[in-house]
C-alpha cells in the first residue's frame, strides 16, 4: 500500500437542483432499460479508494444525470427537451471487495440553465463510505461547455473529474472514473 496521503482526494461539487428524491434508484446498474434508451451506451466504471489506496468496500454510489435530450425526470426540470420513458436516471450500486463499481448508461448531453447559459455534459455522484459522503460530479473532455462552467471550473483539479471515454466496436463508449476519499 502506497504512503499515507499519497492519491489526491477527489474535489466535491455540489449536489445540484435535480436530485431525484421522489424516484426509486435502480438497483441492477443498467440506467437503459437494457440498451433502449436513447442514446449512445455508456459502460462506466471505476473504482472507491481511500487516499492511501485502499478499496472501500460496500461504499454505496449513486449516480443521476440527465437523459440524451438534456433533460432531467424531475418535477423542476421544465425544460423543452424529451423525457426518454426507457432511461431511468438514477442508480445505486455498491462497491465490491477491491472497491470496483460499474453502472450502463448513456452519455449524458449538456442543458440550457438560462438563455444564454448552459452546463456541459456531466454525471452526479454521490458516494457513503463509513468514513465520509462525498458529492461530486463527472465531465467529459472535449465538452464545448466545459471551460465556461462555474461549477467544474470551482476546483483547481477539475481534471480530475474529466473522463475521456474510447468508443467500442459496438458504437457503445466507456470510461473509468475512479473516486477517492479519506480513509476511516
Do not use: C
Request: hydrophobic share 35%; glycine share 8%; proline share 9%.
Amino acid at each position: 500500500m502506497a504512503d499515507a496521503e499519497t492519491l489526491p482526494r477527489t474535489p466535491p461539487q455540489i449536489l445540484g437542483p435535480f436530485y431525484p428524491f421522489m424516484h426509486k434508484p435502480i438497483e441492477n446498474g443498467d440506467l437503459t432499460s437494457g440498451g433502449k434508451a436513447i442514446g449512445t451506451v455508456l459502460h462506466l466504471s471505476g473504482r472507491i479508494l481511500t487516499d492511501d489506496g485502499a478499496p472501500i468496500v460496500n461504499a454505496r454510489v449513486e449516480i443521476w444525470q440527465a437523459n440524451a435530450n438534456g433533460r432531467y425526470a424531475h418535477p423542476n426540470d421544465t425544460t423543452e427537451p424529451a423525457l426518454d420513458p426507457a432511461f431511468h436516471g438514477f442508480a445505486v450500486v455498491h462497491t465490491d471487495s477491491e472497491g470496483r463499481y460499474a453502472v450502463t448508461t448513456i452519455r449524458p448531453r449538456a442543458y440550457q440553465v438560462t438563455p444564454g447559459r448552459w452546463r456541459p455534459a456531466h454525471i452526479h455522484f454521490q458516494v457513503d463510505s463509513s468514513s465520509e459522503r462525498l458529492v461530486t460530479q463527472m465531465y467529459f473532455a472535449g465538452d464545448q461547455y466545459n471551460d465556461i462552467d462555474p461549477w467544474r471550473n470551482s476546483t483547481a483539479r477539475a481534471d480530475a473529474l474529466t473522463v475521456d471515454p474510447v468508443t467500442r466496436p459496438d458504437g457503445s463508449q466507456e470510461a473509468t472514473f475512479d473516486i477517492v476519499m479519506m480513509r476511516a
